[in-house]
C-alpha cells in the first residue's frame, strides 16, 4: 500500500507553545493599538482615566482567556465560541453566532484590517497627495487575496511567518516605549501632573471607552478556535495565556504612556496616525520606519485573523450548520480550503461600502454579546454538567466576574446607541427563518443543488472530508 494511501485527511497538529503565543500576540497586536488610544481618552477625559481603562481591560481579557482556556480544554474541539455555545446551550444560540460571525463581524474586520494596511502602505508612497478610494480598496483585496492564498496552501509556514510577525510587532511598541521613556527621562512628564483633571462622570462615555479598549484586546479567544491543531493543548493553551495576556496588557499600558508623554491629550486627540506621528517627534531618523512597521503589525494581525476564523467556519459546516463543502480538507495541503476562500469572497463584498463605521459599531456589540454567552458556558457546564472532565478548572469568581461585567458593558449601549443594537439585534434575528429553512427543514431540491454544487467544488478544490477518529 503507498503511502499517500495511509495519509489520513486530518487537520495536522502542527502548533506549539510558540506558535500558539505568536497567535494570541499576532491578531491581539493588530490595528486597534493604533486606533483605539485617541478614542479611550476622548471618551474618559483624562490621562489617569485612560490609563485605568486599559489596565482594567487588560484585565478583564485575562478573566476571559482563562474562563476560555477550561472550555478550551474540557471541550478540546476547533470552533471556539461556536462550539461552546452549541454544547452548552444547543444548535439554534450557537448557528446564530455562525451567522453574525460568517457575515458580518469576521469578514467586515478583514475588511477593516486590509483597509488599514493599505491606507499605512500607500501614504508613504505618495505623501504629497490623497490617495483615491478605489487604490486602497484594490491594495486591501489584493493584500486578503495574497493571505488567503498563504494560509490555504502551508498552514506551518503560515505559523512560522506569524513568528516573524510577532517578533516584529512587539519591536514597534518597544521602540515607541523606549522613545516614551527617552522623552520623560528628559524631563517631559507634564501631561502626567493633573492627570485626573476633566475626567468624564458619564456612565455611557466610559462604557464607550471600555469597548475601544476591549476591541484593541479583541482575538485573546481566537487560539480556542484551533484547539485540535494545537500540541498537547491541555498544557500549551493555558501556557500561552499565562505568557501573552500579562505582556499585552504591560505593553499597551506603556505604548499609551509613551503616547501620552510625547504628544499629551491634545495632541493624542487631533491625529488619525498615532505611532506615525509619534515618531515624528520622538524617535529621529527612526521615523521613516514606524510606518512599515505598523503596516507589518496589521497585516500580520489580517493573517492570523484569516487562518482562525477559517476554523469556526470549518467546525460549523461540520455540525451541519453551514454547507457540507465548508467542512472539506485540501487533501494536499492538509487545510480548510473550502472555507478560507468562502471567508475571502465575504471578507471581499465587506470593501464595497465607502464607510464601514456603523457596521464596525453594531457588529462590537453583538460580538461581545457572544462572547459574555460563550463565557457564561462556563457556569453553565458547571451546573449541567459537574461530572465532565476539566483537565483545567479555574476559580468560580473569573468567569462570574467576567460574564457580570461584560452584562453591564451591554446594557448601557442600548441607552447611548439604541440604532446599533437594534441593527445588530434585527441582524441576529434574521439568521432564526435561515436556520429553519436551510438547516432544519431544507428543501428536497435545495439538497440535491447543494450535492452537485459540492461535486463540483471538491474538484475544484481538490478536497474531502476529514476522515473520522478510529
Not at 84 to 105: Q, S, T
Not at 219 to 246: C, D, Q
Request: glycine letters at 6%.
Amino acid at each position: 500500500m503507498s503511502s499517500q494511501s495511509l495519509t489520513r485527511v486530518r487537520m495536522r497538529k502542527q502548533l506549539g507553545l510558540l506558535e500558539g503565543v505568536a497567535i494570541i500576540l499576532g491578531i491581539i497586536f493588530g490595528s486597534g493599538i493604533f486606533i483605539s488610544p485617541k478614542e479611550v481618552l476622548e471618551k474618559t477625559g483624562s490621562v489617569w482615566g485612560a490609563l485605568t481603562v486599559w489596565v482594567a481591560c487588560g484585565a478583564l481579557a485575562t478573566l476571559g482567556a482563562l474562563s476560555y482556556a477550561e472550555l478550551g480544554t474540557a471541550l478540546a474541539q476547533s470552533g471556539g465560541d461556536y462550539h461552546y455555545i452549541n454544547k452548552a446551550f444547543g444548535p439554534l444560540p450557537a448557528f446564530l453566532y455562525l451567522w453574525d460571525a460568517n457575515m458580518v463581524f469576521v469578514p467586515s474586520t478583514n475588511a477593516i484590517m486590509a483597509l488599514t494596511f493599505a491606507s499605512n502602505l500607500l501614504e508613504p508612497m505618495f505623501p504629497s497627495c490623497s490617495n483615491d478610494p478605489m487604490a486602497k480598496k484594490l491594495v486591501a483585496a489584493a493584500t486578503i487575496c495574497l493571505l488567503t492564498f498563504v494560509n490555504a496552501y502551508n498552514v506551518k509556514f503560515t505559523t512560522k511567518l506569524q513568528n516573524v510577525f510577532m517578533f516584529t510587532k512587539i519591536a514597534a511598541l518597544c521602540i515607541i516605549i523606549a522613545g516614551g521613556v527617552i522623552w520623560m527621562a528628559k524631563g517631559g512628564i507634564d501631561n502626567f501632573e493633573n492627570g485626573w483633571s476633566g475626567t468624564k462622570l458619564s456612565v455611557s462615555d466610559w462604557s464607550v471607552a471600555f469597548y475601544s479598549g476591549i476591541f484593541s484586546y479583541s482575538g485573546w479567544n481566537y487560539l480556542n478556535f484551533m484547539t485540535e491543531e494545537l500540541r498537547n493543548p491541555y498544557v500549551n493553551l493555558p501556557r500561552a495565556i499565562y505568557v501573552s495576556l500579562p505582556l499585552v496588557t504591560g505593553i499597551y499600558v506603556l505604548a499609551n504612556v509613551a503616547y501620552l508623554a510625547v504628544l499629551g491629550p491634545v495632541g493624542v486627540m487631533a491625529t488619525d496616525a498615532i505611532a506615525v506621528d509619534f515618531a515624528l517627534i520622538a524617535l529621529g531618523w527612526i521615523k521613516w520606519v514606524m510606518p512599515t512597521l505598523v503596516a507589518i503589525a496589521i497585516v500580520g494581525g489580517l493573517s492570523v485573523h484569516i487562518m482562525t476564523s477559517s476554523r469556526m467556519c470549518f467546525a460549523g459546516a461540520r455540525n451541519g450548520h453551514m454547507p457540507e463543502l465548508l467542512a472539506h480538507i485540501n487533501v494536499r495541503c492538509m487545510s480548510p480550503m473550502p472555507s478560507l476562500v468562502f471567508l475571502m469572497i465575504i471578507s471581499l463584498i465587506m470593501l464595497m461600502p465607502s464607510n464601514l463605521t456603523s457596521l464596525i459599531t453594531y457588529c462590537t456589540v453583538v460580538e461581545s454579546f457572544f462572547t459574555t454567552l460563550s463565557c457564561s458556558a462556563v457556569l453553565w457546564l458547571r451546573y449541567s454538567q459537574p461530572e465532565l472532565v476539566r483537565p483545567i478548572k479555574v476559580a468560580i469568581w473569573m468567569p462570574v466576574v467576567f460574564v457580570l461585567v461584560c452584562a453591564v458593558l451591554l446594557v448601557v449601549p442600548v441607552v447611548s446607541e439604541p440604532v446599533a443594537v437594534l441593527a445588530g439585534a434585527l441582524m441576529t434575528c434574521a439568521g432564526i427563518p435561515v436556520y429553519y429553512v436551510f438547516v432544519v427543514h431544507t428543501p428536497q431540491f435545495m439538497r440535491r443543488f447543494a450535492t452537485k454544487f459540492t461535486h463540483v467544488c471538491q474538484k475544484l478544490f481538490y478536497s474531502t472530508v476529514e476522515d473520522k477518529e478510529e
